[in-house]
């Protein structure tokens, strides 16, 4: 038998006030005070429904929503891109937001706030925190939510190029380096405003031969950096448009990239361009969508004409096509 069964709290417990032994005090006839008692009680209720009716009628119920946080996708391929969505704020909420050591910036579509961010190619699948707080001149509030970030095969390819593109002399290897922190530079440009608005478009209507993603055997020997974009095969010459509106914030001839155009989108989202036969925009130049800004060339290290096209969201290389895809879907068109 179960022991709580017999437990001693559940026995009945004798009641020191139900003594008969006790004196009873005299009262007055029951029948006289009952309908005193219930005239009051009557009258009680009567109020309290009367100011009750009122009450609901200056203040209706509360109809505030609570807001609601989610992401999608969830869970997230390495190397994709995502989003966090925020419905039912203050209107005039402030938000921000953090993935992955970065910043994520914030956007109002139709009732919703939404912040791009992305998994880094290099990242290893696991939960990681996405911090968002929102705030008006009431209240700030915090969320945090775990990004379940899994492991994608992108496959290897394999590029045959001359060997002192490899083995880099110490001219090469102090000009990559200076390149490299020009870049860097550049990718660390943070502009809170967003620059674009609808969809991506291709940058160049062609077949991607080398995807996002793949791990390089270089001459037989495999690089631990893997394809941070996609290449498209198309021919030499062929115009090259910007895929939204941005600002031009990197041209240059660069060792491993040739001839190479960085735009800002802003809120942390930027594009490339590389191995062109011509830069047809100067620094510093606002573009629109579908503007020309260059030629499909072979500068740089490349086995033959291609673009190469990169997508960085605050600092992680996620894959172009993908990206399109899911502006397409948000912006609904
Ligand atoms: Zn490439």
Not at 222 to 248: I, M, Q, S
Request: aromatic share 8%; hydrophobic share 40%.
């Amino acid at each position: 038998m179960n022991s709580f069964l017999k437990s001693p709290l559940i026995n009945p417990v004798k009641c020191e006030s139900q003594s008969p032994s006790r004196p009873m005090l005299p009262t007055k006839p029951a029948n006289i005070l009952l309908p005193k008692v219930f005239l009051l009680l009557a009258t009680l209720t009567g109020l309290t429904l009367l100011l009750g009716s009122l009450a609901w009628a200056q203040f209706p119920p509360d109809e505030k929503v609570l807001p609601k946080v989610y992401v999608l996708p969830q869970p997230l391929d390495r190397g994709s891109p995502a989003r966090v969505i925020l419905k039912n704020l203050p209107p005039e909420a402030q938000v921000t937001g953090q993935f992955d050591g970065k910043p994520i910036f914030f956007f109002k579509l139709d009732d919703a706030q939404i912040g791009l961010f992305g998994a880094d190619i290099m990242l290893k699948a696991g939960a990681y925190p996405l911090t968002v707080s929102w705030s008006d001149s009431v209240q700030t509030e915090k969320k945090v939510l775990d990004v379940i970030v899994k492991e994608k095969s992108y496959g290897v390819r394999d590029i045959k190029v001359p060997q002192n593109q490899v083995d880099l002399s110490p001219e090469d290897l102090a000009r990559t380096k200076k390149e490299s922190q020009e870049t860097s530079k550049a990718l660390a440009t943070k502009t809170p405003e967003r620059l674009w608005s609808g969809q991506f478009i291709e940058p160049v209507e062609g077949r991607i031969n080398s995807s996002f993603g793949r791990q390089t055997r270089l001459n037989g020997v495999l690089n631990a950096r893997p394809h941070a974009g996609a290449d498209y095969l198309v021919p030499e010459g062929t115009p090259v448009k910007a895929p939204a509106a941005g600002r031009v914030i990197l041209t240059g001839n660069h060792f491993f990239a040739g001839n190479s155009i960085y735009i800002d989108h802003g809120q942390g989202l930027i594009s490339m361009y590389f191995h062109l036969s011509a830069i047809e925009v100067e620094y510093g130049a606002l573009v629109k969508r579908g503007q020309i800004i260059g030629k499909v060339g072979r500068t740089g290290r490349v086995t033959g004409a291609h673009l190469h096209y990169g997508i960085y969201i605050n600092g992680a290389r996620i894959d172009p096509p993908v990206f399109r895809h899911m502006i397409a879907n948000l912006m609904g068109q």
